[in-house]
């Protein structure tokens, strides 16, 4: 994969630890993220903020696998269910479209380590938004 995909480069992936794009299909992708120790709080296990990051890019890049760049996932509702505890090392986080249609969608998707061991699982409604919209907001320019 090179720094050219969906998803890498400096910013968000890698205050994330993103490691590297795993699958990107539509409507399922799957990311492998490296949990660094500065990331984690008493005992070694990671921030349950970063675990429900990482569930919910990969659930993003799902939408955006399926739909492109033209519209933005924006997330509604998100729920995460802590299974294990997450440390310091390689997970994967993997998320699909489970349904919906229109502008409203349904996302689904896990946090595993690199045995398989499940941690975490996440749902989440998701919204499309017109990608020129947002970069409109974003430099203040006029709605069109």
């Not at 890498?8 to 992936?13: A, D, K, N, S, W």
């Not at 993220?33 to 070694?44: E, I, Q, T, V």
């Amino acid at each position: 994969m090179s720094d050219k995909e969906p998803g890498f480069g400096g910013g968000l992936q890698q205050s994330l630890g993103q490691v590297r794009l795993i699958r990107f299909d539509p409507g399922h992708a799957a990311i492998e993220y490296r949990c660094r120790p500065d990331m984690c709080h008493s005992g070694g296990v990671a921030q349950g903020g970063f675990v429900a990051g990482w569930i919910d890019a990969a659930m993003a890049h799902a939408v955006i696998a399926k739909f492109g760049n033209e519209r933005v996932p924006i997330s509604l509702e998100l729920k995460i269910s802590y299974f294990a505890a997450t440390n310091p090392g390689l997970v994967i986080a993997e998320g699909w479209i489970e349904g919906g249609g229109g502008r409203t969608l349904f996302a689904e998707g896990k946090l595993t380590d690199s045995n398989g061991k499940l941690l975490a699982k996440g749902t989440s409604t998701i919204t499309l938004i017109d990608a020129a919209k947002v970069a409109a907001r974003m430099t203040g320019e006029p709605k069109s």
